[in-house]
């Protein structure tokens, strides 16, 4: 599942693919700009990890909220994922790449020139 221009997706669009689509293998979310983005909150983000166990891809561009409360707490375990794509989040810090590292063992670390 893909928004190009996320402007528009909100908590409750979220909420909802967590609550329907817990088959989903991949989000993106690229908001169009990081400081032109619409009601999304880390709670709402925390709960597609959450409920979408078969998440291998996740993208989630210029999102503003993205900070270390998104990713559920350091214990939890995302065996599926291998790709996630954290541009231009601006909030992200060391402790929160830490932390999702440290939930994600099976991530494919690209780094590009």
């Known amino acids: ?4 221009y996320g402007d528009g997706v909100t ?8 609550k329907y689509c817990t088959l989903l293998k991949s989000l993106t979310l690229d908001f ?9 909150s880390d ?7 959450l409920s ?3 998440l291998s891809e996740l993208s ?3 999102c503003v909220v993205l ?4 990713f559920p707490e350091a214990n939890s375990y995302f065996p599926s994922l291998n790709y996630l794509n954290l541009s231009e989040c601006v909030q992200l810090n060391d402790n929160a790449i830490k932390r999702y590292r440290n939930s994600i063992t099976s991530l494919k670390i690209q780094f590009k020139s």
């Open 60 to 62: 989630l561009c210029n």
């Open 32 to 40: 169009w700009n990081k400081f032109n983005q619409s009601s999304v």
């Open 52 to 54: 979408c166990n078969f």
């Open 43 to 49: 709670n709402a983000i925390k709960n597609i990890l």
């Open 1 to 4: 599942m893909r928004f190009r």
């Open 67 to 70: 900070t270390e409360n998104c």
């Open 11 to 18: 908590d409750n669009s979220l909420l909802y693919i967590s």
